[in-house]
């Protein structure tokens, strides 16, 4: 079987290693920056076509060990995929999201362990994509211009009402709170995250102005109580079928006159096509279970639909790339103490997601959207500034 | 007749005096701002179920008169129409869009007369939304921080190739030229436009770096030649059938690396449902014939599918509100010497278009975005900075 695929493996002249489950070893092409063990011999038929998520399936369950540079693993893994792979155009199928599915997906990744992400996430545990103002910033720089950048978006202003929809480990809501004097509720569907987030206002002595609560978006009343409403890598989870109901409820969660930031990740077509060889398959099998990454435009109109108006766009794509690298080296050098934290196969899993989600950003598989929307008064005035300057000043 | 009708009428107590054929006058409310005159007996059943087409179609062919500051007839025409007209749900039927069709309907608004256009534009006749930085610039002001504000959205350099399609007089291509050193093709459906912004190019000397041509953008070779492409109040022209070959042809003029600006006009509702009272039938009928305005995401998807990947989008609704005050105002201003310039049927239409749109912008009829997206390399890369903080310096 090996032996009829070597021919076409050896014509991409990867620099890749093949070590076997009988000791032989067969390099693919010079100086080999990659050795990929093969464990079990079935594996091989794979080799045929593969694809990511057949590779990374493969490596997550013992069938295949990794040896080298992940981001030079990905690289290989997707030229392997792009020259071998089946041709790929079906749109994955709606996934099912009512309440308990939901808040069974958040457990399942959010809920890993606080410990583990606090190894390779900023100080602030920030689990979204950083801000990089000049692109020489470490991650905590990056990730605290990130919040900046968002109240500033928001332009929050003493003594206002933020609703966090999705607040993690409640990083942007203490921020907010200490820096922009704001009220902040935020909810997660995540108790370990709700357990570390409240510890860490409590420490932070923030108890009078953030309230983080474990809830549900669908469970907040819909009475336009908050000023600003902010949602940081939440819509991701909201699944396309619930999206409009999602931006319904953020825009009657908000006053007239008030303000609305989508920030989350979309995908690369408007039918959701795939792009990348079975990378999305590994994401929703292992990595974020029902997740479901809209288009700009789908999101953008679910935000239109609900009455809010559209009234700036960012791209951040290469920022995320750039968030991703740090995430990942950042766990690869901590590996032994991750091993103690989490089972081997969950490590394995994070470890090929964060590299390749990297790759994936930087080679615009996915993208990354900031989107303010405001809720214009009656009369259509806003209070908005003219300009945008002063998010620069 | 009118008899009937005034109950009803007077219920609303507008700041509104009818004048009749008969010589009597009847005030619909206390202090009235705006005396409508009743040319025509046969207009009154018009009142019963008013519309801004209705009113505006009567005015625009002598059925009436009007008396009064024009944005006060704007919004006595709005209340009006709100209180007593016909309910409208059903969306405008696509317009036809061949090359014959479009540059009547382009001549038709933009041959109307040079000299008319400069009696009320800037110096630099620059026809579409200005930019007001912080809300006090005067219209000259605001209309050369626009130009200022594209060229560098475009991240434009010394030596590059703009197209600039639908160039109007030439007013961005020359500042492009002359304050960022590129080469500007301009192409333009209207003699006219051409005529004037050649002089104009040739009075500044700029004949070796700006080149303006008679020319439909389907015309135009898809080879790349371009590192920009701007187009500014010209896909409300294309018409949905048309926007996604329009985007493939811009897509495909820019370079690999290179950026494409959208600035245009688009819709307050996805499904092109009307905003407005008659609004868009009167602009469709005697100002923009043909003309259509996409929803952001519609122009948005069709940016998206040509390959092109959107980094920035920016709302300048009431830019244009703003823009059209100063308009409508300067003409306003000059009404004499106007209508030495054009017959007075055309002076009636441009009259409550200006003073209209200002009227709908401003309560978010109709909202004005500037897309700007970039043609990726092969490998996801793109050369704009890390952040816009360099449009604010």
């Known amino acids: 079987m090996l032996a009829s695929l070597l021919p076409a493996l050896r014509g991409l002249s990867l620099p890749l290693r093949l070590q076997l489950w009988d000791g032989k070893a067969i390099d693919l092409g010079p100086a080999p920056s990659v050795t990929l063990a093969i464990n079990d011999p079935e594996i091989v038929a794979d080799l045929a076509h593969p694809s990511l998520d057949l590779l990374g399936a493969a490596y997550v369950e013992g069938r295949l060990d990794l040896d080298g540079p992940l981001d030079e693993v990905i690289r290989i893994g997707d030229e392997l995929s792009r020259a071998l792979g089946k041709d790929e155009t079906a749109a994955p199928l709606p996934e099912s999201h009512d309440k308990a599915t939901d808040a069974e997906a958040i457990s399942y990744h959010y809920d890993l362990s606080n410990d583990f992400y606090q190894l390779w996430l900023d100080r602030d545990m920030v689990y979204s994509c950083g801000y ?97 409403v902010v949602s940081v890598g939440m819509f991701e989870h909201v699944g396309q079928a619930n999206l409009p109901l999602y931006c319904r409820q953020l825009s009657e969660m ?42 700009l435009v789908k999101i953008g109109a679910c935000i239109s639909e609900s009455g809010l108006e559209i009234v700036d766009v960012e791209s951040l794509r290469l920022h995320y790339a750039r968030t991703l690298d740090f ?49 214009p008064h009656e009369d259509g005035s806003h209070e908005l500034p003219w300009s945008r300057a002063d998010l620069y000043r």
């Open 132 to 228: 990089f103002e000049t692109g020489t910033e470490d991650l905590d720089q990056a990730q605290q211009a990130k919040l900046r950048h968002l109240c500033r978006k928001l332009r929050l202003k003493p003594g206002e009402r933020l609703l966090d929809v999705g607040c993690g480990w409640g990083g942007l809501a203490r921020f907010a709170a200490r820096e922009f004097g704001v009220e902040v509720l935020g909810i997660t569907l995540s108790r370990e995250q709700l357990k570390l987030g409240r510890e860490r206002v409590a420490a932070e002595g923030l108890e009078g102005q953030v309230q983080l609560e474990l809830m549900d978006y669908r469970d907040l009343p819909r009475d336009g109580q908050f000023d600003k």
């Open 254 to 295: 908000v006053r007239p006159g008030g303000l609305v930031m989508n920030h989350g990740i979309t995908s690369r077509h408007i039918d959701g096509r795939p792009v990348g060889h079975g990378a999305g398959e590994f994401i929703g099998r292992y990595v974020f279970p029902h997740g479901e990454l809209p288009h």
């Open 327 to 375: 995430w990942s080296r950042r766990l690869e050098a901590n590996l032994d103490e991750a091993r103690r934290l989490v089972p081997e196969r969950a490590l394995r899993i994070w470890r090929v997601y964060l590299a390749g989600c990297a790759y994936g950003f930087r080679h615009n598989w996915i993208n990354l959207h900031q989107i303010l929307a405001t809720k």
